[in-house]
């Protein structure tokens, strides 16, 4: 059976780890990815099923990179979800979005949000 593959961009260690091993023993395949930089370093590699962005990056923003994303014929398709601690849900939303999440989030819900997408 093949994994589906899950890219997510989150600056805060602790968050991050807390979504690998939540989305690992979900058997997903998880690339991880600390800030704008390393993202665009993994898009070179190979394309996810699903995109896990926060808002708030030391180089950079999830709503830039959403909009990035959304304005390739190559990533345009592939489902999104934004999150942030802020806020910032109708602005998740118009970069093209398909889910905001609320930080700190709720681990089921999270859990659901990605299958939903996936």
Do not use: W
Not at 72 to 91: E, G, Q
Request: glycine share 4%; charged share 20%; hydrophobic share 45%.
């Amino acid at each position: 059976m093949q994994h589906k593959k899950i890219t997510v961009v989150e600056d805060d260690q602790h968050i991050r780890d807390i979504i690998d091993i939540l989305l690992t023993s979900e058997s997903y395949e998880v690339i991880l990815c600390a800030n704008a930089a390393e993202f665009h370093d993994s898009l070179s590699h190979l394309l996810p099923d699903l995109f896990i962005l926060d808002m708030m990056l030391p180089d950079g923003n999830g709503i830039g990179l959403c909009q990035e994303l959304r304005s390739d014929i190559a990533t345009v398709s592939i489902p999104i979800m934004v999150m942030s601690a802020n806020v910032h849900a109708l602005k998740a939303l118009e970069c093209g979005a398909n889910v905001f999440v609320q930080k700190p989030f709720d681990i089921q819900t999270f859990v659901q949000h990605v299958k939903s997408l996936l």
